[in-house]
């Protein structure tokens, strides 16, 4: 059995947990890294064998040891998933070797995996997105992708400026009615994320997402006509699927005419 998918794994798990403390800390205008984990009802702080990532939520029974009031599932989700979505991308990436440039593209993928799965959690929760952690991995995938040369930097440029220019002159002509300062940063992301043209499809992806959910759920009368969209959740999902299939389904269509 192949070591590397399960090494994957459990980083995937170890850095979900990091997703949720961050969500939460954020959220509660705690600083990021001081301080222990701890219940975020009673506040108790947490023994090391009750801020494992899963397995602590099975042990407890998803109940805090000592107020006893259940633990949100969002815990263990987060961190299975990302872990899944993880593994995932190193498959997509063609299973690379360590200390491979194809590896370093691959480390890329998954700094946009974890951002995404951060911007649907953060947005859905609290309808905001924070700068920080979109800035800080906007940095970091543009500079790991001038190690690898994939995508160019010309390209990445001209996709930021094309995602967060869609995004500033529909801010400043509303004066940021329509949509926040966080979309604009979003678009940003996503534009060095994928680059030019293949931002075009994630922002497009994104509209027809939104437009399909908000269908299903004021159908189902879960939201009004007038509710908030979570679009930073959308943008997340399109994200995603830009970077693993955007490619295929943009050929595909393009093979029709
Ligand atoms: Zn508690």
Redesign the pocket.
């Known amino acids: 059995m192949a070591v590397m998918p399960v090494i994957i794994f459990f980083l995937g798990l170890a850095f979900g947990s990091f997703l949720n403390a961050l969500e939460w800390r954020l959220a509660h205008g705690w600083s990021v890294f001081q301080g222990r984990s701890q219940?975020t009802?009673?506040a108790?702080r947490l023994a090391w064998w009750e801020n494992m990532p899963v397995v602590s939520f099975l042990l407890l029974r998803g109940r805090?040891r000592?107020?006893r009031?259940p633990i949100s599932l969002q815990y263990p989700l987060v961190e299975l998933i990302v872990a899944a979505l993880w593994v995932f991308s190193w498959y997509r990436a063609g299973e690379p070797a360590v200390a491979s440039l194809e590896f370093v593209g691959a480390a890329r993928a998954a700094v946009i995996v974890w951002l995404s799965v951060f911007l649907f959690v953060y947005d859905l929760k609290h309808q905001e997105v924070p700068d920080g952690p979109v800035l800080g991995g906007a940095l970091v995938i543009f500079l790991l992708a001038l190690v690898t040369g994939e995508p160019s930097w010309g390209v990445m440029l001209i996709g930021a400026a094309a995602g967060a220019g869609f995004f500033l002159w529909q801010y400043l002509l509303s004066r940021g009615r329509w949509i926040g300062g966080g979309d604009v940063r979003i678009g940003l992301f996503i534009g060095l994320a994928v680059g030019w043209p293949m931002v075009v499809f994630a922002l497009m992806a994104a509209y027809i997402i939104g437009a399909v959910v908000s269908v299903v759920l004021v159908s189902w009368r879960l939201q009004s006509f007038s509710g908030r969209t979570p679009f930073g959740t959308y943008l997340s999902l399109a994200l995603l699927l830009a970077l693993w299939f955007g490619p295929g389904i943009v050929g595909w269509y393009l093979s029709l005419f």
């Open positions: 219940c009802r009673c108790r805090c000592s107020c009031q």
